[in-house]
């Protein structure tokens, strides 16, 4: 095959699809540009690298660039920022240090992913204001942990992870938004002994799970000594130079840094500029097949969105098994089979101290009615293992399905770590994607063994009770 696949972005996405191509047809030539240094990383690992848990950036890189290069034959080029896409010359436009570069293209692969959100309030562009979106992020945040317990005093007990490598820790901190960057980061900060000030803009925090989940966890924060402020809308960060509070419409709250973690949007201003077009959720939109409006040109990852298997809607959900799913199914159409890379259930997991919690298809009522359902929810807990086991605790359920059909919608589940939240809503996911309805999914073949449930797994008695009800 004497053709050239292009690729922008180095991360999960780009670098599943030029590995995918590569693999299934060894002529193609494939180019890669990232802007970085870093590609094939997990930036998910980052809060635990800032906690200390992970010693170096290193070990987030799951495959380094001289396999990529010398390895898998691919044409990996780190340091090099897309500027330009020209569909009519299929060719793509590149700058490194060395100058600019004209890559022509048969397949372009547009996988760009996202950036942090930075929020419309004064006071984000002064010292010791963070984002978590890139290992230089991380990086910087990790230095921050190390000066301020450079800095404390000699007498403050040496308890979090990190303090192997550092003596002591400081703070307060504020963490602005309470989603899983919010979340995990509050972890990370309290592990290392920072007073951690956690501002929620909304009524509660993780707005995509139940309200069951977001109050367990929210009370499990505060058990952890995190100080959580809810119908908090963050006005400005105060400060001359350098941080100093955090300061809502009630009050001013001293902090030393602010981590801001307020969400994440699509990178789409090459794709726009190239007359590709965006779909409602304003990520760049795609066909079955990830091929965007301009053929020859596909989009993945954080950047693009994808039809919800729910709803049959576009939804923008930029989680890491979506990115690497579709660019692997983009590697193989790229390579002579065309395949489609599915839907999205909205699938996602958070772990908060001693607490985890998932989450699955539509739990929102309001975003359940958009789409045509009359949703019901029910919450239940159950044992996490049979009564008379030594060990186990208490998994929450909250289990949506539809009224008339009784579909299975989505669910939302917590428990403490290690109770099987998180692993027993895979057996939710398949119910969502497949569209079954709760007396099906009641009549679920799960297992069951002492040490890891009851008789009726939590997930079975929530189906058995929602469908009495409906």
Excluded at 393 to 405: I, K, P
Excluded at 431 to 446: F, G, K, M, P, W
């Amino acid at each position: 095959m004497d053709e050239t696949f292009v690729v922008i972005g180095g991360d999960a996405a780009g670098m599943s699809a030029a590995s995918k191509a590569k693999r299934d047809e060894p002529d193609l030539d494939v180019v890669v540009f990232e802007k970085g240094r870093w590609v094939s990383y997990g930036a998910c690992g980052l809060p635990y690298y800032i906690k200390g848990e992970i010693q170096t950036l290193d070990e987030l890189v799951s495959v380094p660039p001289e396999e990529f290069r010398e390895e898998r034959d691919i044409d990996l080029r780190t340091g090099h920022e897309v500027i330009g896409i020209d569909p009519d010359a299929r060719t793509v436009t590149a700058r490194s240090d060395d100058g600019e570069t004209i890559q022509p293209y048969d397949h372009l692969l547009i996988a760009t992913g996202a950036a942090a959100v930075d929020p419309s309030i004064d006071g984000i562009d002064l010292d010791g204001v963070y984002t978590l979106g890139s290992m230089t992020d991380g990086k910087e945040l990790r230095e921050f942990v190390a000066r301020s317990r450079e800095s404390s005093p000699s007498d403050q007990p040496d308890r979090g992870p990190a303090c192997q490598y550092l003596e002591n820790c400081s703070g307060p901190v504020g963490v602005v938004g309470g989603g899983y960057i919010g979340i995990e980061m509050a972890e990370a900060l309290v592990a290392n002994d920072f007073e951690v000030h956690l501002f929620q803009r909304d009524d509660r925090v993780l707005n995509g799970f139940s309200r069951a989940t977001s109050e367990a966890v929210a009370e499990h924060l505060e058990e952890q000594s995190v100080s959580v402020y809810l119908n908090a809308e963050v006005e400005s960060i105060g400060g001359s130079d350098a941080v100093e509070a955090v300061l809502t419409a009630d009050e001013r709250v001293p902090v030393e840094m602010v981590l801001l973690g307020t969400g994440v949007r699509p990178r789409t201003d090459l794709a726009e500029n190239a007359g590709i077009e965006l779909g409602p959720t304003g990520a760049i939109a795609t066909d079955e097949y990830r091929e965007t409006n301009v053929p020859n040109v596909y989009a993945a990852g954080d950047c693009a969105e994808a039809e919800h298997v729910v709803t049959g809607e576009p939804a923008y959900v930029p989680l890491a098994l979506t990115a690497n799913r579709h660019g692997r199914a983009i590697g193989q159409t790229v390579a002579g089979t065309p395949s489609e890379a599915g839907g999205i259930a909205g699938t996602a997991a958070v772990k908060a101290f001693e607490v985890e919690a998932a989450r699955t298809g539509v739990v929102d009522h309001d975003e359940a009615r958009d789409a045509g359902f009359d949703p019901v929810s029910k919450t239940i807990d159950a044992k996490s293992r049979a009564g008379y086991y030594p060990e186990g605790g208490t998994v929450r359920v909250t289990l949506t399905a539809d009224r008339e059909s009784g579909r299975v919608l989505g669910g939302s589940l917590v428990s403490e770590y290690g109770e099987g939240a998180v692993h027993r809503s895979h057996a939710l996911v398949g119910a969502v994607t497949e569209a079954i309805t709760v007396d099906e999914l009641s009549n679920y073949d799960l297992a069951y063994a002492p040490p890891f449930n009851t008789t009726w797994d939590p997930i079975l008695t929530a189906a058995k009770v929602l469908g009495g009800k409906l």
